[in-house]
């Protein structure tokens, strides 16, 4: 039983550039959540995405934005990169009412 | 919004030693959950524990609700436990997936 995938695992992009992040969630979860965790800090909700809308929003400008698909995996996207969206970005998916299962993060470098 | 404060930010410890982590809230919630995150940035799911004692092998988690805090023990420590521990919590009914994580524990078990 596969749990969380994310690609890639590592991506390197300049400022300006626009970049998307794969996520395929847990075998039977259809709902996904997106986190950005920076250096030394505790990951921080970005939004979350159920029957491919998005339920949830954190505090993130609308440069952040997602998709999720009919098979449940889902998308992050980013435009217009600045420096300080380097981190890593936490996929985690769940059921309602259930615990969220995090894949292993992708690690976006801005230069 | 809601505050989540853990302690101590940094834990050194020898191989076989027991150790408290502590989480505060300051207000009340719906869903906790304790994750190690692992050097390689993987978060792993400990406990979804919004109240009461779970224990699960060398670890045990307790929450007690009404008085806004949660203790995560760890028995026998091993070099294997090291990472970084992090409480988060969600105030909305149901899991949303909206979590709030604490700045997280900094756990280093020397053999």
């Known amino acids: 039983d596969a749990g969380v995938t994310q690609s890639p695992t590592h991506l390197i992009k300049t400022r300006g550039q626009q970049v998307t992040l794969r996520c395929s969630p847990k075998s039977g979860h259809d709902t996904v959540s997106w986190y950005q965790q920076a250096l030394g800090q505790g990951p921080q909700f970005i939004f979350q995405?159920?029957?491919?809308?998005?339920?949830q929003r954190g505090n993130f400008p609308d440069r952040f934005s997602g998709h999720q698909f009919p098979n449940y995996s889902s998308e992050l996207n980013v435009n217009a990169l600045l420096l300080g969206d380097s981190a890593l970005y936490l996929c985690?998916?769940?059921?309602?009412?259930?615990?969220?299962?995090f894949g292993n993060g992708t690690r976006l470098t801005v230069t | 919004g809601i505050q989540v404060e853990q302690s101590p930010p940094d834990l050194i410890l020898q191989e076989g030693a027991n150790s408290t982590l502590r989480c505060n809230f300051s207000?009340?919630?719906?869903?906790l959950q304790w994750f190690h995150q692992n050097p390689w940035g993987q978060l792993i799911n400990l406990f979804y524990?919004?109240?009461g004692t779970k224990q699960n092998g060398r670890l045990s988690a307790t929450t007690v609700a009404t008085e806004r805090y949660s203790l995560l023990y760890i028995s026998s420590s091993q070099t294997t436990d090291s990472g970084v521990y992090f409480c988060?919590?969600?105030?909305?009914?149901?899991?949303?997936?909206?979590?709030?994580f604490g700045q997280g524990t900094t756990l280093q078990v020397k053999p």
């Open positions: 988060a919590v969600e105030k909305s009914s149901g899991n949303t997936g909206k979590l709030i």
């Open positions: 985690a998916s769940s059921l309602w009412n259930s615990p969220l299962h």
């Open positions: 207000d009340s919630v719906n869903n």
């Open positions: 524990i919004p109240s």
């Open positions: 995405y159920y029957e491919e809308e998005e339920r």
